[in-house]
C-alpha cells in the first residue's frame, strides 16, 4: 500500500472512534428526553435526509472539486458543529428539535466526505480489484473496531461524566482526522464534462447507475438494507431496556457484538469472495443479515440477542468490502463520485422510510415487531437482486473494466461517453 493509505486509514480510524462514542451515546442521550419512539424516528431519520435532498448533486460536485480538500473541511466543520449540542448539553437546554438539527447537518457533511473517500482511493492506489478489497477491508475493519467495538462501551462511560463529554470527544476526532486528511498527497481530478451543467452531470451519473444491472443490483441491495437496519436502529435501546433488561452498560455492549462481528466479516470478506465468488458471496452475506435478525426477534435474552447481532455484523461487514470494492473496480474515474452518490442516495432516501417504520410498528404494536418485518424485507431482497450480482455478471464487468488500466483505452472510451452523454 502506498504510504499515503496509511494516513488516511488513521485518519478513517480516528473517526471511527468518535462515531462509535456517539453512536451509543446519542440514542441514551435522546432517551433521557423523551420515550417517545416516533421523536427518537424524528433525530435517527435527520441525519439520512441531507442524502435525499442532495444526493445526486453532491456527487457532481465531488467530481468538480479537489477530493482531499473536501474531505478534511468537511471534517474540520463537523467538528466545530458539534460543539453546539456540548454547549446545549452543558447548559441543561438540550432538546430533540437541536439534535435532530445537528444530525441533519451532519448528515451534509458525511455526504461529501463518505462520497470524495469513495472516489479518492481509487485514485490512491489505482483500480486493481485485489487491492481496493485488501483496501477496503483494512477501512472496513477499523471502522467496525472503532465505531462498533471501541467507541460504543467508551460512549455510555463518557455519559456518566456529563451529556457533553461524549458530544466533545467525537469533535476531537474529526479534527485529528481533519489533520490527518490534509496531509495526504493532492491527487489531479478527472476532467470534466466539457461545458456541462451541474444538472447535467448530476443526470449522467445517476443514469450510469440505473442503466447498468450490475450496479443497480449493488444499489437496491443496501437501499432495502437501510430500511431494515434502521427500522431496527430506532427502537434498538428500547428493545434492549425493555425486553432484554439492560441497561446503558449493557446497551452498549451489545453494540459491541455486533462490531465484533462486523470486524471478522470484514477480515473474511477477500476470502469469501474468491471462495464462492462476489456475486454469490454478496448473496450469502444478504440472506445471513435477514436470519440474524430474525434471532435477534427471538432472542429470549441479551446473550443470544449479542450473537445474533454479532452474525448479523459478520454478513455487513463482508458485504461493505465487497460491494464498494467491485463498485471502485468497475465504475469510470470521472463518474465514481456522481456514481457513489447515486448508490448511496438511493440508501439513505431509504433510511428515512426505515426509522419511521420502526417507530409506527412499535407504537402500534410492540417493540420486537419492527424486528420481523425488517428481518423479512432482508429475505426479500436477497431474492430478488441474486440473478441481478450474479457471478457471471460481475465476471463480465470486470472484463469490461479491464481496459481503463490501459490509458490510451480509457480515453479512447472515455470520447466514446462523453458524446454519448
Same mark, same amino acid.
Given at each position: 500500500?502506498?504510504?499515503?493509505?496509511? !494516513?488516511?486509514?488513521?485518519?478513517?480510524?480516528?473517526?471511527?472512534?468518535?462515531?462509535?462514542?456517539?453512536?451509543?451515546?446519542?440514542?441514551?442521550?435522546? @432517551?433521557?428526553?423523551?420515550?417517545?419512539? *416516533?421523536?427518537?424516528?424524528?433525530?435517527?431519520?435527520?441525519?439520512?435526509?441531507?442524502?435525499?435532498?442532495?444526493?445526486?448533486?453532491?456527487?457532481?460536485?465531488?467530481?468538480?472539486?479537489?477530493?482531499?480538500?473536501?474531505?478534511?473541511?468537511?471534517?474540520?466543520?463537523?467538528?466545530?458543529?458539534?460543539?453546539?449540542?456540548?454547549?446545549?448539553?452543558?447548559?441543561?437546554?438540550?432538546?430533540?428539535? @437541536?439534535?435532530?438539527?445537528?444530525?441533519?447537518?451532519?448528515?451534509?457533511?458525511?455526504?461529501?466526505?463518505?462520497?470524495?473517500?469513495?472516489?479518492?482511493?481509487?485514485?490512491?492506489?489505482?483500480?486493481?480489484?485485489? %487491492?481496493?478489497?485488501?483496501?477496503?477491508?483494512?477501512?472496513?475493519?477499523?471502522?467496525?473496531?472503532?465505531?462498533?467495538?471501541?467507541?460504543?462501551?467508551?460512549?455510555?462511560?463518557?455519559?456518566?461524566?456529563?451529556?457533553?463529554?461524549?458530544?466533545?470527544?467525537?469533535?476531537?476526532?474529526?479534527?485529528?482526522?481533519? @489533520?490527518? %486528511?490534509?496531509?495526504?498527497?493532492?491527487?489531479?481530478?478527472? %476532467?470534466?464534462?466539457?461545458?456541462?451543467?451541474?444538472?447535467?452531470?448530476?443526470?449522467?451519473?445517476?443514469?450510469?447507475?440505473?442503466?447498468?444491472?450490475?450496479?443497480?443490483?449493488?444499489?437496491?441491495?443496501?437501499?432495502?438494507?437501510?430500511?431494515?437496519?434502521?427500522?431496527?436502529?430506532?427502537?434498538?435501546?428500547?428493545?434492549?431496556?425493555?425486553?432484554?433488561?439492560?441497561?446503558?452498560?449493557?446497551?452498549?455492549?451489545?453494540?459491541?457484538?455486533?462490531?465484533?462481528?462486523? @470486524?471478522?466479516?470484514?477480515?473474511?470478506?477477500?476470502?469469501?469472495?474468491?471462495?464462492?465468488?462476489?456475486?454469490?458471496?454478496?448473496?450469502?452475506?444478504?440472506?445471513?443479515?435477514?436470519?440474524?435478525?430474525?434471532?435477534?426477534?427471538?432472542?429470549?435474552?441479551?446473550?443470544?440477542?449479542?450473537?445474533?447481532?454479532?452474525?448479523?455484523?459478520?454478513?455487513?461487514?463482508?458485504?461493505?468490502?465487497?460491494?464498494?470494492?467491485?463498485?471502485?473496480?468497475?465504475?469510470?474515474?470521472?463518474?465514481?463520485?456522481?456514481?457513489?452518490?447515486?448508490? !448511496?442516495?438511493?440508501? *439513505?432516501?431509504?433510511?428515512?422510510?426505515?426509522?419511521?417504520?420502526?417507530?409506527?410498528?412499535?407504537?402500534?404494536?410492540?417493540? !420486537?415487531?419492527?424486528?420481523?418485518?425488517?428481518?423479512?424485507?432482508?429475505?426479500?431482497?436477497?431474492?430478488?437482486?441474486?440473478? *441481478?450480482?450474479?457471478?457471471?455478471?460481475?465476471?463480465?464487468?470486470?472484463?469490461?473494466?479491464?481496459?481503463?488500466?490501459?490509458?490510451?483505452?480509457?480515453?479512447? !472510451?472515455?470520447?466514446?461517453?462523453?458524446?454519448?452523454?
Amino acid at each position: 500500500m502506498p504510504t499515503g493509505f496509511g !494516513r488516511l486509514w488513521t485518519a478513517q480510524t480516528v473517526s471511527a472512534f468518535g462515531d462509535g462514542i456517539s453512536h451509543a451515546a446519542l440514542p441514551l442521550l435522546a @432517551l433521557t428526553l423523551t420515550r417517545d419512539p *416516533m421523536a427518537l424516528a424524528v433525530v435517527t431519520a435527520s441525519g439520512t435526509l441531507p442524502w435525499l435532498l442532495f444526493g445526486v448533486l453532491g456527487g457532481a460536485l465531488v467530481d468538480r472539486w479537489d477530493r482531499r480538500r473536501t474531505m478534511w473541511v468537511m471534517d474540520a466543520a463537523r467538528a466545530v458543529l458539534l460543539a453546539v449540542p456540548a454547549a446545549a448539553a452543558a447548559l441543561d437546554m438540550l432538546g430533540i428539535p @437541536l439534535l435532530a438539527a445537528v444530525a441533519f447537518l451532519l448528515g451534509i457533511g458525511g455526504l461529501f466526505f463518505d462520497t470524495a473517500a469513495t472516489a479518492y482511493l481509487p485514485d490512491l492506489l489505482g483500480r486493481d480489484p485485489a %487491492v481496493l478489497e485488501r483496501a477496503n477491508s483494512r477501512l472496513r475493519g477499523a471502522q467496525t473496531a472503532m465505531s462498533g467495538f471501541a467507541g460504543p462501551p467508551a460512549g455510555s462511560a463518557l455519559l456518566v461524566l456529563g451529556r457533553a463529554v461524549p458530544l466533545l470527544a467525537d469533535a476531537v476526532s474529526f479534527a485529528l482526522s481533519a @489533520l490527518l %486528511v490534509r496531509s495526504l498527497p493532492a491527487l489531479p481530478r478527472p %476532467v470534466p464534462e466539457v461545458h456541462a451543467s451541474l444538472l447535467r452531470q448530476a443526470r449522467a451519473g445517476a443514469s450510469y447507475v440505473f442503466r447498468d444491472r450490475l450496479l443497480l443490483g449493488l444499489a437496491l441491495r443496501p437501499a432495502v438494507g437501510n430500511i431494515a437496519f434502521l427500522a431496527v436502529e430506532t427502537v434498538l435501546a428500547l428493545f434492549a431496556h425493555e425486553r432484554l433488561g439492560i441497561g446503558a452498560l449493557g446497551f452498549g455492549l451489545l453494540l459491541t457484538a455486533e462490531a465484533t462481528g462486523g @470486524l471478522l466479516g470484514a477480515g473474511i470478506a477477500s476470502f469469501l469472495g474468491r471462495r464462492l465468488g462476489t456475486g454469490a458471496a454478496l448473496t450469502c452475506t444478504a440472506a445471513v443479515e435477514g436470519l440474524a435478525i430474525a434471532a435477534l426477534a427471538a432472542a429470549p435474552d441479551p446473550y443470544v440477542a449479542g450473537l445474533a447481532l454479532a452474525v448479523c455484523g459478520a454478513g455487513m461487514g463482508a458485504t461493505m468490502v465487497l460491494g464498494p470494492s467491485l463498485r471502485q473496480a468497475i465504475v469510470p474515474a470521472d463518474l465514481m463520485g456522481r456514481v457513489a452518490s447515486t448508490s !448511496r442516495m438511493l440508501a *439513505m432516501c431509504a433510511a428515512p422510510f426505515g426509522a419511521f417504520l420502526g417507530g409506527w410498528l412499535a407504537t402500534a404494536y410492540d417493540v !420486537r415487531t419492527p424486528l420481523y418485518a425488517a428481518a423479512g424485507l432482508l429475505l426479500t431482497m436477497t431474492a430478488v437482486t441474486s440473478t *441481478m450480482t450474479g457471478n457471471r455478471r460481475v465476471e463480465a464487468a470486470l472484463r469490461a473494466a479491464a481496459p481503463a488500466h490501459d490509458p490510451d483505452d480509457r480515453a479512447s !472510451r472515455d470520447t466514446v461517453r462523453e458524446g454519448a452523454v
